[in-house]
């Protein structure tokens, strides 16, 4: 809270009580009040404090940004190590440039981790690579083949030695050419530019929309049109063959939803609604899951909360994610079974809507709305293939029922005592 957090940086810098009270124009008994968060304060005392503290009036009023914790609490699940996990923020709001360090470097291993994943999988799939690799391996054991001949202690007469010298010469020649090409394959392109921290599958789909919103505009605008004319029309580079292919299937996927629910008429009527999935179901005669893509979708700035969404198949694998501020799941590390996302799958075709809240004083809560359903069409020689679809809305009202408590990690949670727990927590060394 603020206070605390008033009382910590006071320490950092060594200032008594009394000298930071005078600076601030108060006396020292009342800012012995605040640092034990028994006053609010705001306006122009918590600027002076801030000015006092050489810190910015939002940290001390709103802690550590979330996408910090968010990267430290990630770089936490990688230990195995006991860890104060606990105290994240704390550390993030004493040492900020520490905390943006460490959530730099556990921006840059996952990035790292992406591209030894995408290398690992060209090596055990890609057949090109394969053909390039049984061309070198060819030719070398054809020159070693021919050089034990000729190395052996049995005489070879002339004109046998010199059509194998002619044949070393060859596979030698053969092996620079097959050597040089396998070097281009596996090498980046000279001058490539292309950002390499999402380079696989689904991570590669979600960092292109990011970073190209004027694409989904031109959706908007043109929904009946091709996915494959738009995309070729708007222009875009640095796709891989995969990346595309899921690009154009969430560009159809964007498209029906807008046909369905046009912008123009759905931003009133989502705001009118105050984003209640189930009332815009039933408005514009749309089902669940749409409702909540096409929430997800909206711009920010509607007076509308942050929406974030997760989208995972019949293994709770993500297949696609929009994250906001506290809600960032991590594809590597296993996530906690208690979020609606996952609870939805165990009943298909049923609604949940949930309040959860993560651990710790700055665990962020959200209201969760997930339903599974089949994304195949009914057929009596197969069973149905589910996916499900979770909205997540930051900081709900209140509501009646205590909200679900959940953790991004068993790893990193405090909850010793959860059911759910898969692995003893590295926070304090207890299982």
Same mark, same amino acid.
């Given at each position: 809270?603020?206070?605390?957090?008033?009382?910590?940086?006071?320490?950092?810098?060594?200032?008594?009580?009394? =000298?930071?009270?005078?600076?601030?124009?108060?006396?020292?008994?009342?800012? !012995?009040?605040?640092?034990?968060?028994?006053?609010?304060?705001?306006?122009?005392?918590?600027?002076?404090?801030?000015?006092?503290?050489?810190? =910015? @009036?939002?940290?001390?009023?709103? /802690?550590?940004?979330?996408?910090?914790?968010?990267?430290?609490?990630?770089?936490? $699940?990688?230990?195995?190590? @006991?860890?104060?996990? !606990?105290?994240?923020?704390?550390?993030?709001?004493?040492?900020?440039?520490?905390?943006?360090?460490?959530? *730099?470097?556990?921006?840059?291993?996952?990035?790292?981790?992406?591209?030894?994943?995408? %290398?690992?999988?060209?090596?055990? +799939?890609?057949?090109?690579?394969?053909?390039?690799?049984? !061309?070198?391996?060819?030719?070398?054991?054809?020159?070693?083949?021919?050089?034990?001949?000729?190395?052996?202690?049995?005489?070879?007469?002339?004109?046998?030695?010199?059509?194998?010298?002619?044949?070393? +010469?060859?596979?030698?020649?053969?092996?620079? &050419?097959?050597?040089?090409?396998?070097?281009?394959?596996?090498? $980046?392109? +000279?001058?490539?530019?292309?950002?390499?921290?999402?380079?696989?599958?689904?991570?590669?789909?979600?960092?292109?929309?990011?970073?190209?919103?004027?694409?989904?505009?031109?959706?908007?605008? +043109?929904?009946?049109? *091709?996915?494959?004319?738009?995309? !070729?029309?708007? /222009?875009?580079?640095?796709?891989?063959?995969?990346?595309?292919?899921?690009?154009?299937?969430? %560009?159809?996927?964007?498209?029906?939803? &807008?046909?369905?629910?046009?912008?123009?008429?759905?931003?009133?009527? $989502?705001?009118?609604?105050?984003?209640?999935?189930?009332?815009?179901?039933?408005?514009?005669?749309?089902?669940?899951?749409?409702?909540?893509? #096409?929430?997800?979708?909206?711009?920010?700035?509607?007076?509308?909360?942050?929406? /974030?969404?997760?989208?995972? =198949?019949?293994?709770?694998?993500?297949?696609?994610?929009?994250?906001?501020?506290?809600?960032?799941?991590?594809?590597?590390? *296993?996530?906690?079974?208690?979020?609606?996302?996952?609870?939805?799958?165990?009943?298909? %075709?049923?609604?949940?809507?949930?309040? &959860?809240?993560?651990?710790?004083?700055?665990?962020?809560?959200?209201?969760?709305?997930?339903?599974?359903?089949?994304?195949?069409?009914?057929?009596?020689?197969?069973?149905?293939?589910?996916?499900?679809?979770?909205?997540?809305?930051?900081?709900?009202?209140?509501?009646?029922?205590?909200?679900?408590?959940?953790?991004?990690?068993?790893?990193?949670?405090?909850?010793?005592?959860?059911?759910?727990? #898969?692995?003893?927590?590295?926070?304090?060394? #207890?299982?």
């Amino acid at each position: 809270m603020t206070g605390t957090r008033i009382r910590d940086r006071r320490l950092d810098l060594g200032l008594r009580q009394a =000298d930071l009270a005078q600076t601030a124009g108060i006396s020292a008994s009342y800012l !012995n009040l605040i640092e034990h968060n028994k006053r609010r304060i705001g306006g122009k005392l918590l600027s002076e404090l801030a000015r006092a503290l050489q810190v =910015d @009036p939002a940290t001390l009023s709103e /802690g550590a940004n979330i996408a910090v914790l968010d990267g430290m609490r990630a770089a936490a $699940a990688r230990t195995i190590q @006991p860890i104060e996990a !606990n105290r994240t923020e704390e550390l993030a709001t004493r040492f900020p440039g520490w905390a943006a360090l460490i959530a *730099a470097q556990e921006a840059r291993v996952d990035t790292l981790e992406a591209e030894v994943r995408v %290398m690992r999988d060209r090596m055990t +799939h890609d057949p090109a690579l394969a053909g390039a690799l049984h !061309n070198v391996i060819t030719a070398v054991t054809s020159i070693r083949a021919t050089a034990g001949i000729l190395a052996s202690d049995d005489q070879v007469d002339a004109d046998w030695q010199r059509r194998f010298h002619i044949n070393i +010469h060859d596979d030698s020649q053969r092996l620079a &050419v097959e050597s040089e090409a396998l070097v281009a394959y596996l090498d $980046a392109p +000279h001058g490539d530019s292309t950002p390499r921290d999402n380079l696989i599958g689904f991570e590669e789909v979600e960092a292109f929309f990011a970073r190209e919103i004027k694409l989904l505009d031109w959706i908007e605008a +043109h929904p009946n049109a *091709a996915p494959e004319t738009l995309l !070729n029309d708007y /222009g875009t580079t640095n796709l891989s063959r995969g990346g595309r292919v899921l690009v154009l299937q969430q %560009m159809a996927r964007f498209a029906t939803d &807008v046909r369905l629910m046009p912008k123009a008429l759905f931003v009133p009527a $989502a705001i009118k609604a105050q984003a209640d999935p189930s009332v815009l179901a039933a408005d514009f005669n749309a089902d669940l899951p749409a409702v909540l893509r #096409r929430l997800a979708s909206l711009p920010s700035g509607l007076s509308l909360a942050p929406m /974030g969404l997760a989208i995972a =198949d019949a293994t709770g694998a993500l297949t696609y994610l929009k994250a906001i501020p506290g809600f960032r799941p991590s594809r590597h590390t *296993a996530g906690c079974p208690l979020w609606p996302l996952y609870a939805a799958l165990t009943q298909p %075709m049923r609604a949940i809507k949930a309040e &959860v809240v993560l651990p710790g004083p700055a665990g962020g809560r959200f209201m969760c709305y997930a339903i599974a359903v089949p994304k195949t069409s009914a057929d009596f020689d197969a069973s149905p293939v589910f996916e499900t679809t979770m909205l997540v809305v930051s900081d709900p009202a209140p509501g009646p029922q205590p909200p679900v408590p959940v953790g991004i990690s068993c790893r990193v949670c405090p909850r010793r005592e959860c059911a759910a727990r #898969r692995e003893p927590s590295v926070i304090d060394g #207890r299982p």
